[in-house]
């Protein structure tokens, strides 16, 4: 069928759905060449090949290919070893004659058998994969499991031609094939450094940019289920089509590939309103027809989008059975409670939508209705001998009255206000509201300067001074964050860094950050003679990576900074997100000497327990407590956080600190050390430097 009359499906989900984490799998027929495909994208290889066992013993033979020709194939010999191997790993360099970089991982059903192998290959050599990249192909060996039981032993054929694009985390495409070429009507050359939105429909747009900004929080590499959507050619015509995302972090980078295949009449899905296949319950597309019947009726209509906190990490730890298993009990619950009100809908693996409609269509009935469904998902869940426990966000959006309201509209506003929902807390539901749509669009336009701010330099660190109290000597200095934005001057963290914090950008600008700041304290302590120590903040995401630790002894070595003189402050959020196996790169760095400084201690009900766990070396008292006056109540906080240091043991530093009094109350409650505008205000280095050079102060000295 020519490509203008191939028919659209009437509801397009948009490609927000492409980043829910389905617990589904790849359908079985397109599972080896999507496999594949996505493992050759994200470990940015130019070969990738499934191989299966034969009968009499014998290596492995390839059944399915993609990228190079048949004589680069990996050696016979060389599957062998990957199909023997105990798990997914990269073989040394020289296992093949022909190829310096080999890695895969075996396939086995599931029944422990084994089927043969996954590898991908090329002619250059690597540094070690990460456990992430190693955990990714484990995953796709799975997934390829029951498809390569069902391949047939002809000649190796290739993977057909689907469009391929790679695009960064600012919506920006990075790569585009010559089959997206002829697909959409773009040259490479006028497709690179475009949005996406080049190629999405202008109604779906806004919410691609969310769905977007959603999956870039994950740092982990995942693979999507393919989707059914629309996109735009360049002559404005729309194309059926059927997407498969996957996504990974490369050089601290969030990094989203797509395959895409252009659907025609015998491929497409049917246009009716279905069934999620898992729950029973409506999917999407019924959602958006309920949706869209309320509005050609008149009928004012109501959603609830629900969010179910802790899924990921139950599917993750657990596995799909019992992530199923956790998705089928909470649609029992959500069906339970909102009984006749209104219908549920399962968009997508943890994502579930109620809509209300006609007179229930209110939004204090929709509000009490949302804390009730809440208090249901947190029931405890019994799987098996264990009991599982999740949480839910829910976001709440109400169609305008005597507008005719658009679906994707009205889910769009209910995700932003989930969005709103999340970053308040767990358990919480919020309304939509205009000024969400202003503040994603803000958060937007923020993230793309950030990185625009990192490819040009515009960042800057500044050092504020950290006192001895007793007498005012300069023991160190805190390392803060300056962007010196093009149009709007020297933005302080308050205008960036939540932002930053949730971006993936946040990982190489953290390294950036730590290894000038021990570059700069290494220059001080050599010019002066002085044993000074820089504090540098630690972002969430930074801690959690993978390399934490040789990041950091990378920075002590290359700048011949002592241990000792690196403190590294952690935010109380850091510390409830983390478990056990995250504490152990503090434990090690801790035992070379780098201090650990618990930042805002005191204003967080866990921190106090953390103590017992965690490898502090210092407590960092908060502002709040330090400039309110004589308030009988933060004194006694200050004594107890005080006394609870030298019951541990640790250092005890004041932030916030402004005035004389202020430090003679601080000196006089055991705190050895003040931070704040009465010692300085950040600086630049080369202030900073100059501040050295001034004689001792005591607490009342100049400020800068």
């Given amino acids: 069928m020519p490509r203008e ?6 509801a397009p989900p948009g490609l927000t759905g492409l980043f829910d984490d389905h617990s589904a799998h790849l359908p079985e027929q397109d599972a080896p060449e999507r496999v594949i495909r996505l493992a050759q994208l994200a470990l940015d290889v130019p070969f990738a090949c499934l191989a299966r066992c034969e009968p009499d013993g014998s290596a492995p033979r390839v059944l399915l290919r993609t990228g190079l020709p048949d004589e680069g194939m990996p050696e016979a010999g060389t599957l062998g070893v990957l199909a023997r191997a105990g798990g997914a790993c990269a073989l040394p360099a020289g296992v093949d004659s022909g190829l310096a970089f080999v890695a895969g991982a075996p396939v086995r059903d599931v029944a422990g058998r084994l089927l043969g192998c996954l590898c991908v290959a090329g002619p250059g050599v690597r540094p070690a994969l990460p456990a992430s990249h190693l955990a990714l192909l484990t995953e796709l060996a799975a997934l390829s499991a029951e498809g390569l039981s069902k391949l047939t032993a002809d000649a190796p054929r290739a993977v057909p031609g689907d469009a391929v694009l790679c695009a960064d985390a600012a919506n920006r495409i990075l790569d585009w094939n010559a089959a997206a070429e002829r697909m959409f009507g773009y040259t490479a050359a006028e497709a690179l450094g475009q949005p996406l939105d080049l190629i999405i429909p202008p109604r779906l747009q806004e919410r691609h940019r969310h769905g977007l900004d959603r999956s870039a929080d994950s740092a982990a590499p995942r693979h999507y289920p393919p989707l059914q959507t629309l996109a735009r050619h360049r002559d404005g015509r729309e194309l059926p089509i059927e997407i498969t995302i996957s996504s990974w972090e490369t050089a601290g980078l969030r990094l989203f590939g797509a395959l895409i295949r252009e659907l025609h009449t015998s491929d497409c899905e049917s246009p009716s309103p279905g069934r999620d296949t898992l729950t029973g319950l409506e999917d999407r597309a019924a959602l958006r027809a309920r ?31 019992v992530g199923d298993h956790v998705l089928r009990v909470v649609a029992r619950r959500l069906l339970e409670q909102v009984g006749g009100q209104g219908s549920v809908s399962r968009l997508g ?14 939004l ?11 208090a249901a ?4 869940i019994p799987c098996g001998e264990a009991v599982l426990h999740v949480g839910a966000n829910v976001g709440i959006a109400a169609t305008v009255p005597g507008s005719l309201p658009d679906p994707d509209v009205v889910i769009g506003n209910a995700d932003l206000a989930l969005l709103r929902a999340k970053a308040s807390g767990a358990n919480i539901a919020r309304v939509f509201t205009e000024d969400l749509r202003q503040t994603a669009r803000r958060r937007s336009a923020i993230s793309s300067g950030l990185r625009r701010a990192w490819e040009r330099g515009e960042f800057e660190l500044f050092y504020q001074p950290q006192v001895r109290l007793r007498d005012g000597e300069i023991t160190g200095a805190e390392a803060l964050i300056r962007w010196n934005h093009p149009e709007q001057g020297l933005l302080s963290p308050a205008a960036f860094i939540a932002v930053l914090e949730a971006d993936s950008l946040a990982i190489p600008v953290g390294e950036w950050v730590l290894r000038t700041a021990c570059g700069q304290a290494a220059t001080w302590r050599a010019a002066t003679g002085r044993n000074l120590r820089i504090g540098v903040n630690v972002f969430a995401s930074q801690f959690n990576a993978r390399g934490f630790v040789a990041t950091v002894d990378r920075a002590l070595s290359d700048s011949g900074l002592p241990p000792e003189a690196l403190e590294l402050e952690i935010t109380e959020k850091v510390m409830l997100h983390s478990d056990a196996a995250l504490t152990a790169p503090l434990q090690y760095l801790r035992t070379r000497g780098v201090g650990i400084a618990f930042d805002d201690f005191g204003t967080g009900f866990a921190s106090f327990s953390m103590l017992k766990h965690y490898p502090a070396s210092r407590l960092k008292i908060d502002r709040s407590f330090v400039g309110s006056g004589e308030s009988p109540h933060d004194l006694a906080i200050i004594e107890a956080v005080t006394r609870l240091a030298a019951g541990f043991n640790l250092g005890v530093i004041a932030e916030g600190v402004e005035t004389a009094e202020q430090a003679g109350r601080m000196r006089r409650q055991a705190c050895e050390e003040g931070q704040g505008f009465l010692f300085g205000q950040p600086m630049p280095a080369a202030a900073f430097a100059a501040l050295l050079e001034m ?3 005591g607490p009342g000295g100049t400020r800068h």
């Fill in 349 to 362: 693996s943890d994502e579930f939508a109620i809509c209300l409609e006609g007179g229930e269509a209110d």
């Fill in 695 to 697: 004689p001792g102060r």
């Fill in 377 to 380: 998902v947190r029931a405890p």
């Fill in 5 to 10: 009359h191939a028919p659209r499906p009437a």
């Fill in 291 to 321: 949706l869209g019947r309320a509005g050609e009726a008149g009928r004012p209509a109501l959603m609830l989008l629900v969010d179910i906190d802790g899924f990921k990490d139950v599917n993750t730890m657990r596995g799909h059975r």
């Fill in 364 to 374: 204090r009935t929709a509000a009490a209705l949302a804390d009730t469904l809440i």
